[in-house]
């Protein structure tokens, strides 16, 4: 981005003698919103419809679809609905801490968007520590509903809290380690560095350059679900035991805030698999323009985030919910001896072919494609036998 | 850790909570996850029913018997008719009797789809309750054709049953009898092994065959434990002795005897038994009149009896006190929701609280049953 | 087509005699009645009684199935429905208390199921059952008064300042017509 400023600088577009450090924030600032009023705050409130339709779909049933073309608008409307309830805030509840829970889920929701590289040249600050930062800047949640959960004056609620904190927490252990394996390949913690190190071919992605690495690409996508809050991992708002879970209490905007931060959480999860192990943006180099190659990548990239996305809200439909302490022994007791057992393996498999081993990713992508064929004829044969082949009429 | 000074938490799982079934109030002493005792609170439903009895006669009843439990209304209806009828002797047409079974047994099926779709929806996993609620409104949909309601259903009279089967009504349901079947399969290969589930509901609230009888447990939750015991079996009633299904009893291959796997495993077994004896009765049933003539004040001889009937939440015992006049003196219903509150309590301590609701999922629980 | 098995009210009625021969004067009346027969006992014999039938392994009664009170105008009276899973037969136990201060010592050692029925029967009948571990109301609320279930019970006009009455809005449409 400093070269754009330069460049534009250079232009003559703020003048002869221009401050140099206020047109850095200024445009910075120009890029932020539009990265998230115009990317990530819509994307939150968009994903809830398709998730909603997906979920229903699985459900066997249609989902919303009265409010606007299918249902389209239904987040439009839900967020009005949400922006005109009464702001409620219990009388024995902590004022200024519960007011400020949302606001900081809000902001480890946003700051993470700040290296989600989009394309090769579309990324908003290029950090050379860019998922260390991503991984530092998600864990700010626990504060966040940590404070929501006892500033509610609400034991349901305190339950909720403490349970999300501890679970994310754990769970940032396994994250972290299941990273280090990628960042022992490339050498570098930099998002676009990582991207560059693979390729557009699935058999140079990470996911397939050794064993450890698909194995580390496991635990790092269920440790992200566990740290989103996703189901299985849903305990925090378990809506049968705690109601809310440490939301209960919040309604309106208040709520709205907690629940984009987490539902866009999921293009957070989507961007970091996919940067780290599916190859990011990489795209075959059809073409010597700059543009097109970025358009393509962008394309590239959304679409491999939103399959991954989709399988977490797939995830969801189906899986019930494990009890806590069961996350809690499947985080220490499983997940963290695996990632150090892929740290070490890789670091073994970095030692003994420096420059890559080639035949490992072709076998592992062949036998990955052969997995996906059989389980995608499995899913349209149980779609097509469960057409219901009789349909008994009510009388009325 | 017994150095640190932690306090015991009093929570309250209020008749307002969207996971127990019905109103029901628990005050939960927890000391955080782990949970010292749940006390169960109940009377939140108590419309004193029975003292209603008193007033509106042996006829003017029937309506109220389905609001006892309105998940199972068919057996409700069931038990107050033969409890009257054993007063009153009075025999009902064996084609009345048949009508009896199919339409209990598919109140039955219904019953159990929704208890185990309530539950794995109370664990978690929300398909597995829209797919079973979809069957449930196909069951539905027969019977409002067949009785005009789709919930409290007043089916049965004194005597026999309201309406003959519909024209056309015995194929829909044969047809769906087919359908459903392996849908209880596909069902069980969604939810019922999955790991997840299976790791939640094993080893949580084990009842000892020993523990449910003395706590006077009935139904699925008694043959969970091991007790092979079903009242259509062992003291038959109506047509059942024409019948030829099997009982399911908890084998524990999952988990202990009697945990809540056993009892969950058992009502999906329950819901195959109770397809085949469908499938018979509606090819056995014979032809002729579905009602016997009951007069319209109908006084049954001073006398008492007790009626237990297999309902989907257990045996349900009828306790009847007639004193000549058209009003019953006194009924008494002895649900099987009731009894198992009674030991939810006992079960609760050292449970985690998620496991208090998956136990009481497991366990059938009912509010209006408790209350009455 | 059995309804009920046919010789439940044999095994019943050599029950009861077993039982007489034991506890000879203890057992006030043994009822023939041809549906149901019952046995009338003392009330300070009942877990007497009941423990003899629970423990004796030719009736083996391990299950209480249905515990109800009766309110006849002049007593009240308590029913005991035993039944045993080993032996299948059943046995109806009924104890006849007075109506000013109904007392009867609990079953809740022998079965624990007794717990909560005789909670309910205290709540909606007023029955002490003595040495009862937790008595207290279950289904009405804490601070009712009165028993409901009794023949002459009067529902209070309010109960915590709430109206348990309400205007019937036909009466009061044929008000407006006058």
Known sequence: MQQLADHLIASGLFGAHPPRDLIYALIIFVLCLVVFMGIAFPFAAIVTWVERRVWARIQSRVGPNRVGPNGFLQWLADGVKLACKEDIIPNQADPRLFKAAPYLVMIAYVLPWAVVPFSSDLILADLNVGILYMTAVTALTVVGVLMAGWASNDKWSLIGGIRSAAQIVSYEIPAGLSIFPVVLITGTLSMQGIIRAQGWAPNNWFLFNNPFTFAAASILFISALAEGNRTPFDLPEAESELVAGYVTEYSGLRYLFFFMAEWGALFIIGAIVTALFLGGWQFPHLSHSRVVMNVLQLITFNVKVLSVVFLSMWIRATLPRVRIDQLMSLCWKYFVPMSFINLIGTALWVAIWPDGNPVAGYIMAVLAFVVLVIFLRRVIYYLRKSRMEIYVSPVI | ?372 | MARWPPDARVDALSIYAKAADRFAGKVLEVSDAKLDPWMVVEPAAIVEVCGFLKDDPATAMDCLSNQSGVDYRDRIEVVYHLFSYRHRHSAILKVKLPRDNPSVPTLEELWKSANWMEREIFDLLGVNFEHHSDLRRLLMPEDWPGYPLRKDFVEPLEYHGISTTRESPIIRLDAKKK
Request: proline fraction near 5%.
């Open chain 2, 1 to 372: 850790m017994s150095t640190l000074k932690t306090e015991e938490m009093t929570l309250n799982m209020g008749p307002q909570h969207p996971s127990t079934h019905g109103v029901l109030r628990f005050v939960i002493k927890a000391d955080g996850e782990v949970m010292r005792e749940a006390i169960p609170d109940v009377g939140y439903l108590h419309r004193s029913i029975e003292k209603i009895a008193e007033k509106v006669g042996y006829h003017g009843f029937m309506p109220y018997t389905d609001r006892v439990d309105y998940v199972c209304a068919m057996f409700t209806n069931q038990g107050w008719g033969m409890a009257s009828e054993k007063l009153g002797g009075i025999e009902v047409p064996r084609r009345g009797e048949y009508c009896r079974v199919i339409a209990a047994e598919f109140n039955r099926i219904a019953s159990h789809l929704l208890s185990v779709g309530t539950m794995a929806m109370d664990i978690g996993a929300n398909t597995p309750f829209t797919h079973a609620i979809r069957e449930r409104e196909m069951i539905n949909d027969l019977i409002e054709e067949l009785c005009g309601a789709r919930l409290t259903f007043n089916y049965m009279r004194i005597g026999g049953v309201g309406w003959d089967l519909p024209p056309g009504w015995r194929e829909k349901a044969l047809a769906y009898l087919d359908h459903l079947d392996p849908i209880l399969d596909e069902y069980n290969s969604l939810i019922s092994f999955n790991k997840i589930y299976i790791e939640r509901l094993i080893h949580v609230g084990v009842i000892s065959a020993e523990d449910a009888i003395n706590y006077n447990l009935v139904g699925p939750n008694l043959r969970a434990s091991g007790v092979k015991w079903d009242i259509r079996r062992d003291i038959p009633y109506s047509v059942y002795p024409e019948l030829d299904f099997e009982v399911p009893v908890g084998s524990g291959e999952f988990g202990t005897l009697g945990d809540s796997m056993d009892r969950y495993m058992v009502r999906i077994r329950e819901m195959k038994e109770s397809v085949k004896i469908l499938c018979q009765a509606l090819k056995q049933i014979p032809d002729g009149a579905v009602l016997a003539k009951v007069p319209r004040n109908f006084r049954p001889p001073a006398g008492e009896c007790q009626v237990r009937v297999e309902s989907a939440r257990g045996d349900m015992g009828w306790y009847a006190v007639s004193d000549g006049t058209g009003y019953p003196w006194r009924v008494h219903v002895r649900t099987g929701s009731f009894a198992a509150m009674g030991i939810v309590q006992k079960l609760s301590r050292g449970l985690m609280i998620a496991d208090l609701v998956a136990l009481i999922a497991s366990l059938d629980v009912i509010a209006p049953e408790i209350d009455r």
